[in-house]
């Protein structure tokens, strides 16, 4: 169980007094779950995650994790992120270039836990990459040793912030289902950060919106994010490759998740567009043709 | 050019060794000094926060009369400071080598204090805090990623500091005075040497110093040049 009542007030700087921002969030998770914090920037998702690592000071409230007390306002408790148990993956990796991806994943560890080190290495697939400076690194590549190097110490909470977001598609899937693999082995409590719907579907069993510093929604993704859009509809976010004009309509393709699909629409649908621009599509949803995937497509096996 | 060479059988190379004495040991005091003034400096929030800058880098601005001047009068025996010194270290700190290490310590201090507050400042804050969430000391950080991760800042702190020491003439020249074997370093002879028609012998000094200092900032430039291309 992770107890968390948490006030700040933020201050923009620079700004007008009123851009200051009342963080305000007070929950309780279950340990071993995957919660996901979603909703607006600026709502105060990263100042939370931060909170609970120790690295920003809550104005007042408390965290305790399954009985222990980190931070308590009116007990002038403040355990700095060094006492907490805790993995911490940043949005910019904050990998240390001057060590390898052996010596990075291993910072936290100790010369008699070499073992371990190996076997993590292995279950997250830098074994060949072990000597190899961050600098050399793909962007996926370096997602996985900011993943190994925070679940190296066996932390009881793994914070995550907006970890796969500055990676594409393919990769995402693939790191999605391995984050999701080493969530279910080793069974730390894990908040996210994330905007990727896709994702908050895939990883979480429980989804908090944050919009203007305050907990709107809480519950599974599904309550989450389906009591808000019309039931019976699908609703798609796309973005617009090309516009062709066909005798009397125009044919817009458009990128949906990894697929391109060709659709119809009409002279007002396309005013204003043009190739670039992120548009959402909804169509009704009370017959659609379901298939089970084939293997071969290197899908959901 | 006409240059007398007959000091060349009496070459006195004290001057020299006791410039390069002084600067190797005002810089290794300096990188004991300036890394923690630097890191404080990069990563406080107080207030007194411009209050330290400006006075780190007053060296730079102040005439080293100026200073030269002030210090004298501190280390004077007739004076507060320079009683308690004498008294209780033993230390006579006016037209002495110690003395000469200090002035130059504080004069060089800003050459040293601002490539390594700026080198701290490039860094990514993410680092120390990935660190710290990884459950170490920021004394163990600051030497196991910071410091590996600034080495040019380094190595132009100290390399500057180092150059600087070697130069510097007012602040000695008032502290120190022209005392053979004591204070008499290579940019005092030079002085000396000009001022009693010796030109070859201040030709001499002169040469080597331009060499030492063409040299060193060469050296940091192709290090720089290096450290830029592998980062």
């Known amino acids: 169980m992770i107890d968390i009542h948490l006030d700040k007030t933020l201050q923009s700087r620079g700004q007008s007094a009123d851009t200051s921002l009342h963080l305000h969030v007070q929950t309780v998770l279950k340990s071993g779950d995957f919660v996901a914090l979603v909703g607006p920037s600026g709502a105060g998702k990263t100042t939370m995650l931060r909170m609970l690592a120790g690295l920003t000071e809550p104005d007042t409230g408390k965290i305790v994790v399954d009985g222990e007390v980190w931070f308590d306002a009116g007990k002038k408790i403040n355990l700095a992120p060094q006492h907490r148990s805790i993995g911490f993956v940043f949005q910019d990796y904050a990998l240390f270039p001057n060590l390898t991806v052996r010596q990075n994943v291993g910072y936290a560890l100790g010369k008699r836990e070499q073992d371990w080190l190996d076997d993590l290495l292995g279950l997250t697939g830098l074994a060949t990459l072990h000597d190899r400076s961050p600098a050399t690194l793909s962007g996926g590549q370096k997602q996985r040793v900011a993943l190994a190097r925070a679940i190296a110490r066996k932390p009881k909470l793994l914070l995550l912030d907006e970890p796969l977001s500055a990676l594409d598609i393919d990769l995402r899937v693939q790191l999605q289902e391995e984050l999701a693999r080493l969530q279910s082995r080793f069974g730390f409590t894990t908040v996210m950060v994330s905007h990727d719907l896709g994702e908050v579907f895939k990883l979480a069993q429980q989804a908090l919106r944050i919009e203007h510093g305050k907990i709107v929604q809480t519950g599974t993704p599904a309550q989450v994010f389906l009591s808000e859009r019309h039931a019976g509809k699908l609703n798609l976010q796309a973005q617009v490759l090309e516009i062709r004009r066909e005798e009397v309509i125009y044919v817009l393709s458009l990128l949906i998740g990894k697929d391109i699909v060709d659709v119809i629409a009409s002279d007002d649908e396309v005013a204003g567009l043009k190739p670039g621009d992120l548009v959402a599509i909804s169509a009704k949803a009370f017959s659609p043709l379901i298939f089970k995937r084939a293997l071969a497509d290197g899908g959901v096996g | ?231």
Do not use: C
């Not at chain 2, 107080?46 to 200073?67: A, D, G, Y």
């Open chain 2, 1 to 231: 050019m006409n240059l007398d060479l007959s000091f060349a059988s009496t070459l006195d190379w004290q001057p020299l060794w006791l410039t390069l004495k002084l600067a190797l040991i005002a810089t290794g005091i300096l990188l004991l000094i300036g890394i923690p003034l630097a890191y404080w400096v990069a990563y406080t929030r107080t207030r007194l926060k411009p209050l330290v800058e400006t006075l780190v880098s007053m060296p730079l601005v102040l005439p080293p009369s100026v200073l030269g001047f002030y210090l004298l009068l501190a280390f004077s025996p007739q004076h507060a400071f320079g009683q308690w010194l004498e008294h209780w270290l033993h230390l006579r700190l006016a037209f002495s080598f110690p003395g000469l290490v200090l002035g130059s310590i504080i004069f060089s201090l800003p050459f040293m204090v601002q490539p390594l507050q700026s080198g701290f400042q490039n860094l990514p804050v993410s680092l120390i805090e990935a660190s710290r969430t990884l459950g170490k000391s920021d004394f163990f950080t600051l030497f196991r990623v910071l410091l590996p991760n600034m080495k040019s800042a380094l190595l132009t702190g100290t390399v500057l500091s180092f150059a600087h020491a070697i130069g510097e003439f007012g602040v000695i020249l008032m502290i120190g005075g022209n005392i053979p074997g004591v204070t008499r370093v290579a940019s005092i002879a030079i002085y000396d040497e000009v001022e009693s028609l010796q030109y070859g012998a201040a030709n001499f000094y002169a040469l080597v110093l331009f060499a030492v200092s063409f040299t060193i900032l060469l050296f940091v430039y192709l290090m720089n040049r290096r450290w830029g291309r592998l980062a």
